[in-house]
């Protein structure tokens, strides 16, 4: 209703005034997916390296792996903020 039917997301700047409780909600999603300490993602991630750290080979080659998925994510996520706020 606010976007007036647009779905394209160059198009939605400053929709982060109209409905700011949906702006708290997206920001606080933000930082889950990306991982952010004491927040879901943080704990399963946190599990996923303790995992790779016990078994198995090339456990510095994984986790170099998984902290250039986290810097991606936590990049096109903040583009998309950027284009929303």
Request: aromatic share 14%; hydrophobic share 55%; glycine share 8%.
């Amino acid at each position: 209703m606010a976007t007036f039917g647009s779905q394209d997301i160059r198009l939605l700047g400053g929709i982060g005034l109209l409905i700011p409780f949906t702006s708290v909600i997206f920001a606080v999603s933000r930082f889950c997916l990306i991982g952010a300490p004491f927040l879901s993602a943080f704990y399963s991630k946190h599990l996923i390296l303790e995992k790779i750290l016990i078994g198995g080979p090339f456990p510095l080659f994984r986790v170099l792996l998984i902290i250039v998925a986290t810097f991606f994510t936590a990049k096109y996520v903040s583009r998309r903020v950027k284009c929303v706020l």
